[in-house]
Nanobody, 124 residues
Framework: QVQLVESGGGSVQAGGSLRLSCAAS????????MGWFRQAPGKGREGVAH????????VYADSVKGRFTISQDSAKNTLYLQMNSLKPEDTAMYSC?????????????????WGQGTLVTVSS
């Protein structure tokens, strides 16, 4: 059973940067994809960024395209999310997840492992 632990959240002013990390407890080699998801208070969950583990193909939500970068370090079993030019609307609980399939548009799905989340707060 893969366990995921996020870190790196915090409070930052608009325009600032944060780097989130997601450490896996064991090898995620059998996971087809991983992704970062966020949920703001009173809103539904949004897929922010996805990565296909085999070739590193990445897909981003329009709301973060050009500002966020997802990456992986297979040797360290760690997933990252570099967030630049943060906006107040990026405020949310961010969670990483591992999945077994991807949609045709590149969204990681069939998610069967989740982290506990890390809170990101962006002030104006």
């Amino acid at each position: 059973q893969v366990q995921l632990v996020e870190s790196g959240g915090g409070s930052v002013q608009a325009g600032g940067s944060l780097r989130l990390s997601c450490a896996a407890s064991s090898d995620t080699y059998n996971k087809y994809c991983m992704g970062w998801f966020r949920q703001a208070p009173g809103k539904g969950r949004e897929g922010v960024a996805h990565i296909r583990r085999g070739d590193g193909w990445t897909v981003y939500a329009d709301s973060v395209k050009g500002r966020f970068t997802i990456s992986q370090d297979s040797a360290k079993n760690t997933l990252y999310l570099q967030m630049n030019s943060l906006k107040p609307e990026d405020t949310a609980m961010y969670s990483c997840a591992a999945g077994r399939t991807m949609t045709w548009s590149g969204e990681c799905q069939s998610l069967d492992a989740w982290g506990q989340g890390t809170l990101v707060t962006v002030s104006s």
